[in-house]
């Protein structure tokens, strides 16, 4: 039976994740969503402050294992394990 | 007709003809009660991992998968999203006021896309509530760039260019708040139709591509113009197929054909389809 992967981040090295996006971009079946943590009324949240925005894979089900995403990471921060 | 026809619709009317669902009064900013801080707190998030919940239970609970389905069926039926052709977009643009061009939060959401200015803007926001929208630059960017009449179906036409399926989107019931410009597996609402079934979210337009087969000479350009796969180049006629089934009526193939053997066709128009939403 197929499963579906466990993709884990790293969130103490992915910290800026909407800033860097290398992720988010190479991703060929778009597993993944990054949202803000920090929600400030009338304000933007900061994409260079540290821990401001989150990144987690969320369609699980597409993903192929190419590790596209993991060696794109310039913190080494995504590890998949099927 | 369509639910959002039958619960919104004027005598019969399609429900974003019906200038009360433009109402400033309708307009609501937040629900009481409700406020937004830290993680998956606000809406964007939450809809991810209620999605992200179903994408889970497909492969752990099978079985009750459907049952978790039809749940989640009835949560975005609190507002409702539409297929809409080019045309009728333009018809809704003299009908809202103001219309504005934004950043899109799926995008953001999705591929991290910063749209900054009017140039890479990609959704519209209509009614009073961008007045708000303008200086409200909580988990959106802040700014909107306020359009005329025409200027916003110039913008319309740009985005059908592009490749853009435009989608009328409603904030809660039935006030009209924008006309999406979406594609896949960027846009949410096309994403989980076409991938899990959530088949509440999306609503089909009222309309059907219908190939003209005299004028089709096979060239294929509308086969990469559609998101939702129902185009297929048909091989053996050498002409293009359209499965009127998979078929969501947004014309981006109708607007593409060089020879205009594309019409869109009223769903009411074809007794197999007039339930088919």
């Known amino acids: 039976m197929r499963r579906y992967p466990k993709i884990e981040i790293d969130h103490s090295k992915c910290t800026t994740p909407f800033d860097c996006k290398k992720c988010l971009r190479a991703c060929p079946q778009a597993c993944f969503e990054v949202h803000p943590v920090k929600v400030e009324k009338f304000k933007e949240t900061d994409k260079k402050e540290p821990g401001a925005y989150r990144i987690e894979a969320f369609y699980l089900d597409k993903c192929t294992v190419c590790n596209d995403c993991v060696n794109v990471c310039p913190v080494n921060a995504i590890t998949i394990t099927v | 007709m369509c639910w959002m026809c039958e619960a919104y619709g004027e005598e019969g009317g399609r429900w974003y003809h019906n200038p009360k669902n433009f109402a400033r009064q309708l307009y609501k900013v937040k629900r009481p009660g409700q406020k937004a801080s830290g993680y998956g707190t606000d809406p964007e998030t939450q809809a991810g991992l209620i999605m992200r919940q179903l994408v889970a239970m497909k492969w752990e609970d099978p079985e009750n998968f459907p049952a978790k389905l039809k749940?989640?069926?009835?949560?975005?039926?609190?507002?409702?999203?539409?297929?809409l052709p080019l045309k009728e977009?333009?018809?809704?643009?003299?009908?809202?006021?103001?219309?504005?061009?934004?950043?899109?939060?799926?995008?953001?959401?999705l591929r991290a896309d910063e749209e900054t200015n009017e140039h890479e803007y990609t959704c519209t926001g209509l009614g009073v509530g961008m007045f708000k929208w303008e200086r409200w630059p909580e988990r959106y960017r802040g700014g909107v760039n306020f359009m005329s009449i025409e200027e916003a179906k110039e913008w319309l036409r740009k985005m059908d260019k592009l490749g853009?399926?435009?989608?009328?989107?409603t904030f809660g019931g039935s006030y009209v708040g924008g006309i999406c410009n979406c594609d896949y597996p960027d846009c949410q609402p096309i994403r989980h139709r076409l991938d899990y079934g959530l088949d509440s979210g999306l609503i089909k337009g009222h309309h059907i591509a219908k190939v003209d087969y005299d004028l089709c000479n096979g060239c294929g350009i509308c086969v990469q113009r559609c998101q939702f796969g129902a185009i297929k180049f048909e091989v053996t006629l050498e002409k293009t197929n359209i499965d009127a089934m998979r078929c969501f009526g947004c014309g981006l193939c109708e607007t593409a054909c060089p020879r205009q053997a594309i019409s869109l066709v009223e769903r009411q128009s074809i007794p197999g389809l007039r339930e088919v939403w």
Do not use: D, N, W
């Open chain 2, 164 to 169: 853009f399926v435009h989608m009328i989107m």
């Open chain 2, 89 to 109: 977009a333009e018809r809704v643009a003299e009908l809202a006021y103001p219309i504005t061009s934004m950043m899109c939060i799926c995008r953001k959401t």
């Open chain 2, 71 to 83: 749940e989640f069926e009835e949560l975005p039926k609190e507002g409702g999203c539409q297929v």
